[in-house]
């Protein structure tokens, strides 16, 4: 069975910022058709469960950006309580990595609208920006395979 990395909230362990989880019937199918491995790149970067809610901002305009942006080097992810948790997400996106090189995974299953996981989209304190959040850019641009669950 092929191993590929999975958001952990997908799987049922509470590690979302509210200290919730969101697991489906669609995440779960994961379970019966790869070894999954579940990851929290939020939690790999240091932060604690729940934590503040954080949204990726563009340092010159203010605005709502992507994980693009902060590899980029335009824009910073804050907490809502404007605390600067960058570094943390940051450190989550390349400590996934290395679970990634280390277990030979090619693909990951990431959370949808995730600041750290989501692809197609990312929230912002409740806008919704197209993009992909930190972990997601991280890991496309190292050559793994990124899906989107909700």
Not at 21 to 26: D, G, I, Q, T
Request: proline share 5%; glycine share 10%.
């Amino acid at each position: 069975m092929e191993k590929v990395l999975v958001s952990a909230c997908l799987l049922g362990i509470n590690c979302r910022y509210d200290g919730l989880n969101c697991k489906s019937p669609e995440s779960e199918k994961l379970l019966s058709e790869f070894d999954a491995v579940p990851f929290c790149p939020e939690i790999l970067g240091g932060m604690s469960t729940p934590r503040k809610k954080s949204g990726i901002i563009e340092t010159s305009t203010k605005k709502p950006a992507t994980g693009e942006d902060v590899w980029d080097k335009k824009a910073r992810v804050l907490s809502e309580d404007g605390n600067d948790v960058t570094e943390n997400f940051i450190r989550g996106a390349e400590e996934s990595m290395k679970m990634a090189l280390m277990l030979g995974i090619r693909k990951a299953f990431l959370k949808s609208r995730s600041p750290s996981c989501g692809i197609s989209s990312v929230s912002c304190f409740g806008e919704i920006i197209p993009g992909n959040g930190v972990c997601a850019a991280y890991l496309r641009r190292k050559g793994i395979e990124i899906f989107e669950k909700n």
